[in-house]
């Protein structure tokens, strides 16, 4: 069965095909090729169901959107939904990054607490709707590592790795972040309702 994900980025459609493939192999998760809606919502929420219900609607299929960011303490929760614009619009990730990196230059390790949001929104040619959500908690480095992942992934150190051997996602493989990542935890409480598909 196909589910159009709401998104231009073929990162992320593979990215949730590879999350999908874990639990519901069943489902082929395609990319979205309509009009790109404009993303005016406030929160993660408002921004996933707008992207969901315009592809649910121009496909007529059911369409899921993840609308995510990173999200630093220090910043009170910034960039947060503003990640993907944080240097500008023009969606530089290079960018975005290096200017959060220089926004914490001379903010030592114990301030620099941050973590990844995914929300999920899940659109049914009916109109059902359901979103949810899953955080991956963390910290940001002093400097990029790695050349996996996209966007702040090299930035970011995940929680609950063994001392000493603290790793950026940007060093993880593949399998490693879609284990762990805030959209496999999202996604891992959208498997009983796609159960219904």
């Given amino acids: 069965m196909q589910v159009v994900l709401a998104t231009h980025n073929p990162h992320k459609v593979a990215e949730f095909q590879q999350i999908v493939e874990r639990t519901r192999p069943d489902l082929e998760i395609i990319g979205y090729d309509g009009p790109e809606p404009v993303e005016d919502g406030v929160t993660f929420a408002e921004n996933a169901l707008i992207k969901a219900r315009a592809a649910a609607a121009h496909t007529g299929l059911a369409a899921l959107a993840d609308d995510s960011g990173i999200c630093v303490d220090v910043l009170g929760g910034s960039p947060g939904v503003f990640s993907a614009y944080w240097a500008g619009q023009k969606k530089d990730a290079t960018a975005n ?94 498997v009983p309702l796609l159960a219904a598909l």
Avoid: C, M, N
Wanted: proline share 6%; aromatic share 8%; glycine share 10%.
């Fill in 97 to 190: 990054l290096e200017l959060l990196l220089d926004q914490l230059r001379d903010i030592a390790d114990p301030h620099r607490a941050a973590h990844f949001t995914s929300t999920i929104a899940l659109v049914l040619p009916d109109g059902r709707e359901q979103v949810v959500e899953g955080r991956w908690p963390g910290r940001l480095a002093h400097a990029a590592s790695g050349t996996g992942g996209f966007g702040y992934d090299p930035i970011f150190v995940p929680d609950g790795q063994p001392a000493g051997e603290e790793r950026s996602v940007g060093d993880f493989s593949s399998a490693e972040k879609q284990e762990q990542s805030h959209r496999a935890r999202a996604f891992a409480e959208l």
